[in-house]
């Protein structure tokens, strides 16, 4: 294992190697920042071009370009409320108030920095427990990954802001729209009313594209404002050091977000998308001022953005060890190991135990690569904020819609963000919170998926096993904090 360990470390410090990574960090940084590609396409388009590299570089090249989206994704949801990434979105619900505030490069250093830390955190633990990672993963069947999706819709009530009434209507409209099309396991299609747009379901770009961002890029365009309410709101260097200061004031959120991205991650077909609302829910729920967040509350930025990044070394745990994909990225990066020549697998980690820890190294040096390039340009992006909306709106617009086409180049795709743009808009004009649709949607389908499942191979007491009960139990605690909270308090005086 030591030897592996040196064979991997030195692959990826090759001059050849550092310079595939690099190219990946920018074309994983830009596709992050631009709406409606994100890290499953951008893994897609690369995919042919690693055919005939040496297997070491082919992955590592792969690995560093799709591991960086999110870091680059928290740019825009902090500044403009778009999404580079699904996952991102959670992070839209306290960076963009900030920025409405005047605190963006606050925002963006504690997004950024905490990004990129927590990415490297994710790499480290892969590489801490390779010898491991069978029994790890072997941990996790259908009725954890199912109370794992569970706990994350617990929190819909918690996302808004204000009525948790509202709350709970705007993820029950999302978990109706995850019903939409093909049922997974039976093949019937449900509510398509006979179109063949509809049959394969809601897709998640258009969603999440029409839903957030449509409603302010109107509101800016309607005002005329500009994105911060002040106008002598000009970030500075000491702002966005600031930010990277509130990710250490608030270790114990980091630590915290950091260790449910991992174990979102290690859990197959979670994904990342699950993982960032998990974290952003527990911090409020944990924090001794949970009003504060949905009006720009430093940790709503950390904890979705730790565990966006940190997700992605659990992701590899049942791909290296069983070859099943711990993610629909992780499925394409399967492809890539394929072509290559390589079957991911109990073997492999016997036999490419190097070529494992090359994947490590990528990952460490290409948050490292990636969060020192975004937080250096910071300072400057944050004064797009200062952009009079009746200039910034309309680009953004052009940007939203070229996101929506350029993902599968379908008009119909344009259609419907025109359809949750209006959707979104009237969320915002009568306060329904926009983020539980989305958490509901997302994890609709998954739930029924793995709920099924666990149904069928355990009966109705699936949730009996050592890491069911711990995971309902956390789920409890969790949800029981702030009454617990209240009753302390209320013995106290």
Known sequence: ??????????????????????????????????????????LAMLL??????????????????????????????????????????ATIVDGF????????????????????????????????????????????GSPEVFLIIFMALIFIGVLGRGSMVKGLISGGIGLFLAFVGYQSLTGVARFSFGSLYLVDG??????????????????????????AKDFKSVATKGDVIEGIKDVFRHWLVFLRSTVIGLIVGVAPGAGAETAPWIAYGDAKQASKHPERFGNGA?????????????????????????????????????????????????MFLKEHADIAFTLVGAMVVGFVLTTAFCLSFAVPLVKIALIPGHILGPIILAFIFLGAYGTDSSMMDVVM?????????AMKTFDYPRPPLLLGLVLGKLAETYFYISIQAYGWLFFTSPISIILLSITILTVSLPGIKYVVRKIRE
């Open 417 to 425: 963000t025109f359809v949750f743009g209006a959707l979104g808009y």
């Open 97 to 140: 108030p900030m920025t409405q505030q005047g605190r963006g490069g606050r925002a963006l250093g504690a997004g950024l920095f905490a990004a990129g830390l927590g990415g490297i955190v994710g790499a480290i633990f892969l590489g801490l427990t390779m010898p491991v990672l069978r029994p790890l993963a072997l941990l996790f």
């Open 202 to 227: 809601i897709r998640l770009i258009p969603v999440v594209l029409g839903l957030f961002a449509i409603p302010e890029a109107l509101e800016l365009m309607t005002t005329g404002a500009p994105i």
């Open 1 to 42: 294992m030591l030897e592996a360990i040196v064979q991997g470390i030195g692959a990826v410090l090759l001059p050849s190697t550092l310079l595939l990574i690099f190219v990946a960090v920018v074309l994983g940084t830009i596709v992050g920042i631009l709406p409606g590609i994100g890290g499953m396409a951008l």
């Open 48 to 89: 042919p071009f690693s055919y005939g590299m040496d297997p070491a570089q082919g992955l590592a090249f792969l690995m560093a370009a799709n591991a960086v989206c999110h870091v680059g994704g928290a740019i825009t949801s902090i500044l403009l409320a778009i999404p580079g990434d699904p996952p991102n979105a």
């Open 298 to 346: 430093v940790e709503g930025v950390i904890a979705p953005q730790v565990a966006c990044t940190s997700v992605k070394g659990g992701d590899l745990v049942p791909t290296l060890s069983f070859g099943v994909p711990g993610s629909s990225s992780m499925a394409i990066l399967l492809g890539a190991f394929l072509i290559l020549g390589l079957v991911p697998g109990p």
